[in-house]
């Protein structure tokens, strides 16, 4: 047990679910989808969506989706791989073709075919109770009535401002001033995206308007991405990798996922008992 009059965290106890995220109205979210009657898939589209909305800088549908799940009941471990592919059209010959031996962060071939969405939508599909609409709903109304800018999204968005185009500017620094720490923020064109989705599935994203005008972005910046690439946009189910510490097995999604990174780092320290029973 900790010392509890010097500064630490305390064990976190619940009777019937917890949630964790960075952002509080993420949480938030997640329960009011438990206490509504939705399980822990549901809880968890539900804070990955809010995430989008008022984490925008760190997560959004534009980018990848990770899942290890347990499905009550049993024992197996459920695994899903929701990272974009990149298109098929870009491969190393052609990279080297072109003089490219380097990939920048603002080239359009940095870009993968979203997969976070894909992948809310087939996990729903088969672990979710609720439908694509109530999980959802929160994130919606978040990105159209607005949200609070915290701490961290205001310096993220000072400090990344630069490197924003035109349209994103709009709605990131609109004026020429970036959204500042305390002011309420909306992205009514998301929450329109959102409700398309909650709606039609994965076709609300990858095909018509939305999928559309991405595909003309990318093609009009150079990139090799087609329509079809964005058709096949589909995640796999995996098998979970573990490893073992301090008597608990710890699972995560294997390579390409970054998880296996917090698997070796367990492994390096289960060997050095300098950490005591301090929170790692």
């Not at 694509?132 to 949200?147: E, F, H, M």
Request: charged fraction near 15%; hydrophobic fraction near 40%; glycine fraction near 12%.
């Amino acid at each position: 047990m900790r010392n509890l009059e010097l500064p630490g965290r305390s064990p976190v106890v619940a009777p019937n679910g917890m949630a964790s995220t960075s952002h509080p109205l993420s949480t938030q979210a997640a329960l009011r989808i438990l206490q509504d009657g939705g399980n822990a898939m549901d809880a968890a589209l539900a804070a990955c969506a809010v995430q989008a909305v008022v984490e925008p800088q760190s997560t959004s549908i534009g980018g990848d989706c990770f899942c290890v799940y347990a499905p009550a009941g049993g024992d197996e471990l459920v695994a899903f791989n929701g990272s974009g592919r990149a298109p098929q059209g870009l491969d190393s010959t052609w990279l080297l073709d072109q003089g490219i031996t380097s990939i920048e962060r603002q080239s359009p071939h940095a870009v993968t075919v979203p997969g976070a969405v894909d992948a809310w939508v087939q996990l729903s599909r088969d672990h979710g109770t609720l439908g694509l609409d109530q999980i959802l709903s929160p994130a919606i109304g978040y990105a159209r009535d607005g949200y609070p800018v915290t701490q961290r999204v205001a310096f993220d968005f000072a400090n990344e401002v630069g490197a924003l185009d035109a349209a994103a500017k709009a709605v990131f620094a609109p004026g020429g001033s970036v959204v500042p720490l305390g002011a309420r923020h909306s992205q009514p064109a998301l929450a329109t995206t959102l409700e398309r989705i909650a709606r039609d599935g994965r076709a609300g994203f990858y095909d018509g308007p939305v999928g559309e005008e991405i595909l003309t972005l990318l093609q009009r910046l150079g990139g090799r991405h087609q329509p079809e690439d964005f058709e096949n946009a589909v995640g796999d189910y995996v098998t979970p990798i573990s490893t073992s510490f301090r008597d608990h097995t710890i699972w995560q999604c294997p390579p390409n996922g970054q998880g296996v990174i917090a698997l070796l780092l367990l492994n390096i320290i289960s060997g050095v008992d300098t950490y005591g029973d301090h929170p790692l």
